[in-house]
C-alpha cells in the first residue's frame, strides 16, 4: 500500500504571499493528481502529471512532478483568499493501477 | 442538474437506524465511486462500479451495501451504523474505470452516527 504524505498539514499565509506544498511517497506513481476541495464541497481536479520532472502552470499555480515519480510539489505565486482550500494529491501506483489519496494541506489566505 | 448530485446533503441517524445515500451522475460516465473522508485522514475508497457491476470493495465492513442500479445512480444502504462511521461520504464518476481518468466529485454526505 503506498502511502501520500502531504505537508505541511496545515498552512494560514496572508494575501500575496507564495507557498509550496508537497507530496511524498516512497512509491512510484504512473499519474499524480492535484484537487482542490472547498469548503461543503467535493474535490476538483486541478492537474495530472504523468511524466517524471514534469511541470505544469495554470495561472498562479505551478506543479511538479519529481523525476522520479515518487514526489510533487505545488507552488502558489501571489495567494489570495479564494485560494482558501483543501489541496489533495492523488497517486496511481505504477505496478497496479491503485489510486491513493494523501491527507491533504489546508490552506488558509487571509485578506 | 448538472454534473454529480448527491442527497441527503446531511444526515444524522442511531445506531440501530437504515438509511440510504443517493448519488446521480449527468455526465454520461460509465464509472461511479463512493469514497469515506474522515477528519484529517486521507480519502478512503470504498466501492468501485464500472458498467454497473462492483469491480472493487475495499474491505468495507457488510453494514455498508452499495446499489448501482444503472449508469447514472449510485446509493450506499446503511445499517446499524458505528459512531467511528461519522464522516463524509463522497460519490464520484469517471468516464471509465481506469484510476488515471479525471473523477468528478459530487458535494459529499456529512453523515453524523448517535
Known amino acids: 500500500t503506498q502511502l501520500l504524505e502531504q505537508s505541511p498539514q496545515f498552512l494560514s499565509i496572508q494575501e500575496g504571499e507564495n507557498l509550496t506544498v508537497y507530496c511524498n511517497s516512497s512509491?512510484?506513481?504512473?499519474?499524480l493528481q492535484w484537487y482542490r476541495q472547498e469548503p461543503g464541497e467535493g474535490p476538483v481536479l486541478l492537474v495530472t502529471v504523468v511524466t517524471g520532472g514534469e511541470v505544469k502552470k495554470l495561472k498562479r499555480l505551478t506543479f511538479q512532478f519529481g523525476d522520479a515519480r515518487k514526489d510533487s510539489s505545488l507552488h502558489i505565486t501571489a495567494a489570495q483568499p479564494g485560494d482558501t482550500g483543501l489541496y489533495l494529491c492523488a497517486g496511481v501506483a505504477y505496478n497496479n493501477n491503485d489510486m491513493r489519496f494523501g491527507a491533504g494541506t489546508r490552506l488558509t489566505v487571509k485578506p | 442538474e448538472t454534473g454529480v448530485t448527491q442527497t441527503p446533503r446531511h444526515l444524522v441517524m442511531g445506531m440501530t437506524n437504515k438509511k440510504s445515500l443517493k448519488c446521480e451522475q449527468h455526465?454520461?460516465?460509465?464509472?461511479m465511486y463512493w469514497y469515506k473522508q474522515s477528519a484529517k485522514k486521507p480519502l478512503e475508497l470504498m466501492f468501485v462500479y464500472s458498467l454497473e457491476e462492483r469491480v472493487e470493495n475495499n474491505s468495507v465492513p457488510s453494514r455498508f451495501s452499495p446499489e448501482c442500479p444503472n449508469s447514472s445512480h449510485l446509493f450506499l444502504h446503511l445499517h446499524t451504523l458505528q459512531p467511528e462511521d461519522s464522516a463524509l461520504y463522497l460519490c464520484?464518476?469517471?468516464?471509465?474505470?481506469?484510476?488515471?481518468?479525471?473523477?468528478?466529485f459530487g458535494p459529499g454526505t456529512r453523515l453524523t452516527v448517535t
Open positions: 464520484a464518476s469517471s468516464q471509465d474505470g481506469d484510476r488515471r481518468t479525471e473523477q468528478y
Open positions: 512509491s512510484v506513481f504512473s499519474s
Open positions: 455526465l454520461g460516465h460509465n464509472a
